[in-house]
């Protein structure tokens, strides 16, 4: 009866927990333990890198020379870029040096067709005057042109001014340009050289023939009509001769 009472109460009654006893290390020995599973960690880890290449069935000096030699291919392909990029930029300027030059010489070529063709002009000129044996009395004036220049409102003319009869002194004068403009319906005048005096321009000396070349400007917006070519005497300014002439 005592032993089904105990029963009764340990089953309805406040029972206690059960306790487990173990025992336990100090803390610097687990401190130590964990210490040293730590380097054996990083000891695996340390042997696995470095042993990598056998695993992996490739040698680690074969891959060291492998980058030291990508490393200078690297190094020598840019500098022949490099070279490359100056060798090209060289060579575009010496063509842009070559472009220059063939259209000045284009240019020049053009003058020198055209001063070829004035000087026919003026030798088949000078041929008909001698082969006639006689050449007129006084200033004569032949092939005479009047022509617009590159610049913007720059007329360019040229002619050839002759001496006729005895020639017993060279002719001493000025050619003078007296140009006819229109300007918004307005008629106007310009001279060149506008001053009688001005300096030595259009003076001419000979005793046979001389070319004469020569530019002008008119004002901006106005338009050339025509032109008076006129042979001034020097001293004196008498006019010789004149010539209207269309620019062309």
């Avoid at 109460?9 to 210490?35: C, D, E, H, K, P």
């Avoid at 190094?75 to 040096?97: G, N």
Wanted: charged share 25%.
């Amino acid at each position: 009866m005592r032993s089904i009472g105990r029963r009764i109460r340990s089953s309805f009654g406040i029972g206690s927990s059960r306790m487990a006893i173990r025992s336990q290390l100090a803390w610097y020995w687990r401190w130590t333990l964990n210490v040293l599973m730590m380097a054996v960690v990083a000891t695996v880890v340390w042997w696995l890198v470095q042993n990598s290449y056998r695993i992996t069935g490739s040698d680690i000096e074969e891959v060291r020379q492998r980058i030291t030699r990508l490393t200078e291919e690297d190094k020598t392909l840019h500098h022949d870029l490099e070279t490359t990029k100056a060798s090209l930029v060289e060579r575009d300027r010496q063509l842009q040096i070559e472009k220059a030059a063939q259209t000045e010489l284009a240019r020049t070529v053009a003058q020198l067709q055209d001063e070829n063709a004035s000087l026919k002009e003026d030798l088949g000129f000078l041929r008909n005057i001698m082969s006639s044996g006689a050449t007129p009395e006084g200033i004569a004036l032949s092939n005479l042109k009047l022509e617009r220049d590159v610049k913007p409102n720059e007329f360019r003319y040229r002619m050839l001014l002759t001496q006729g009869g005895q020639r017993k002194q060279d002719f001493k004068g000025r050619v003078q340009i007296v140009a006819r403009l229109d300007k918004d319906g307005v008629a106007s005048t310009a001279t060149f050289p506008d001053s009688p005096n001005a300096d030595t321009a259009g003076v001419v000396e000979f005793r046979f023939y001389q070319k004469v070349e020569g530019r002008f400007i008119i004002p901006d917006g106005s338009t050339l009509k025509s032109a008076e070519v006129r042979v001034l005497a020097l001293p004196g300014g008498q006019v010789k001769l004149s010539r209207t002439i269309n620019p062309t």
